[in-house]
């Protein structure tokens, strides 16, 4: 029998939705069982010396939190979701590692219960949600209790910019203020609002206004990120819908009509911002399990 898990990469904040809306995008990690019955977790993989082989690696982490006493294997982890760039490495670790135990564990968990797992143990659900569940998440974490809806998001391409460094999501929220305004309290969520409705109705060129009109964290994360400005303005000038930034950073994403792809490359390569641009598209069905 052989088992394998494959979670998406995910987007999460859109703009306004800090902590609570999220994407699920097409770059994934895939989880193998090469082994099972063996004396201790080895977890094969070539994703960096700082990426534990053993127990430690998250994902093998994750699964004994759920059962501890679960049998050893042997996994081949593979993975083309970038590290700590904004595109939910550690959450898809995370999804995985509960989807393992679920079956290892025999659990039967429900995505429903998954979810509620995950986001107790990420601490907000913009990337598990959306990890577990595909397509777009809008999500809370209510007095313990996980709420959320998943929601068609319009068909649009998303490029991403992935520079070539990395930005620790704690570093990115270390600058957000312990404070807000009242007033802009009151905006910034009058405008999540207002993104969530014009996403449901699929009027692009609203939600990219919306989407570029966050409050909450890119005003203060901008300066961690210096070419995020710079794609946003550049996007305006090719006619993209909108840039934002993709997580806590450094990712950004634009959304753009494919006609336009092009144009934008060309442009942000002459302004010298020349890592890595990847076409993604909305992953529509989550994280699965394939038992053969
Ligand atoms: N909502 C989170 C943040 C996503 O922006 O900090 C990254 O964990």
Avoid: C
């Avoid at 982890?77 to 995985?96: K, N, Y």
């Avoid at 490029?159 to 929220?173: G, H």
Wanted: charged residues 25%; glycine residues 8%.
């Amino acid at each position: 029998m052989s088992v394998k898990i494959i979670v998406p990469a995910t987007s999460a904040n859109i703009g306004p939705g800090f902590d609570s809306l999220g994407l699920a995008v097409t770059s994934y990690l895939t989880v193998t069982v090469v082994e099972e019955n063996v004396d201790a977790w080895y977890v094969d993989h070539n994703l960096g010396e700082k990426i534990p082989h053993d127990e430690e690696n998250l994902i093998v982490k994750t699964a004994l939190e759920l059962v501890p006493d679960l049998q050893p294997l042997t996994v081949k982890v593979e993975s083309d979701i970038p590290l700590t760039r904004g595109l939910g490495s550690s959450s898809s670790a995370i999804v995985a590692g509960l989807m393992l135990a679920n079956h290892f564990g025999n659990l039967n968990l429900s995505k429903q219960e998954l979810v509620q797992r995950a986001t107790e143990i990420e601490g907000h659900p913009d990337n598990v949600a959306p990890a577990i569940l595909g397509d777009f998440v809008v999500a809370t974490y209510l007095d313990g209790e996980i709420m959320y809806e998943k929601i068609s998001f319009p068909d649009v391409s998303l490029l991403a910019y992935i520079p070539d460094y990395w930005l620790a999501t704690k570093k990115s929220r270390g600058v957000l203020p312990a404070n807000l305004d009242f007033k802009d309290a009151v905006r910034a969520n009058a405008i999540g609002n207002a993104l969530v409705a014009k996403i449901v109705s699929g009027n692009k060129k609203d939600m990219g206004k919306l989407m570029e009109a966050d409050l909450l964290h890119e005003p203060y994360r901008d300066k961690l990120v210096p070419h995020f400005l710079k794609l946003r303005y550049l996007g305006h000038e090719v006619g993209a819908f909108a840039t934002y930034l993709s997580g806590a950073g450094p990712t950004t994403m634009t959304l753009i009509e494919k006609d336009k792809i092009d144009e934008f490359i060309k442009v942000a390569q002459e302004s010298g911002l020349n890592d890595e641009y990847r076409l993604l598209e909305v992953d529509r069905n989550g994280a699965r399990i394939e038992v053969e």
